[in-house]
């Protein structure tokens, strides 16, 4: 059920009728492109070199495309483990602590481990070791996650 279908004392409609993974798709992509900005700034190599390196690319333009791409999809998963708990009626501020709650969890599964094991499997020369845990990726995640829930809660 759509936020936008449902309206109770609570919560408001946005006006917006998109469906959840549509939703999820343009807050996953607006994340991505938020976090894409961070990554430029604080972890440019991540972005520049490793991010394409997973699909055997390189250069910035790749790594924006790959990483907005990826978090495109992961909204789409977002909006499925929302709408497999209920979420459709949450509140903003719930929506936002799923987010950032997933956002922990996509840098502990993916950035902390799936990442480093792609790279080194693919032959990137400076791929980080296994567990990588960057305080900075940490962060940039966070707002990944915050940033997806917030959009997500006023898109759905």
Known sequence: MHMSETVSSTETSTGFDLADWQAGTLAGTLAGVVMGVMLTTQLTPVIEAA???????????????????????????????????????????????????????????????????????????????????????LVGHVVYGVVLGGAFAVLD
């Open 51 to 137: 991010i394409p390196a997973m699909y055997g690319l390189s250069g910035g333009l790749a790594g924006w495309v790959v990483h907005v791409s990826h978090g495109a999809v992961l909204g789409v998963a977002f909006a499925a483990v929302l709408g497999a708990v209920g979420g459709g009626e949450w509140s903003t501020a719930k929506t936002v602590g799923v987010g950032l709650a997933f956002g922990v969890a996509l840098w502990v599964v993916l950035a902390v481990l799936v990442m480093p094991v792609w790279l080194q499997t693919v032959g990137f020369g400076p791929a980080p070791a296994v567990p990588n845990v960057s305080p900075k990726s």
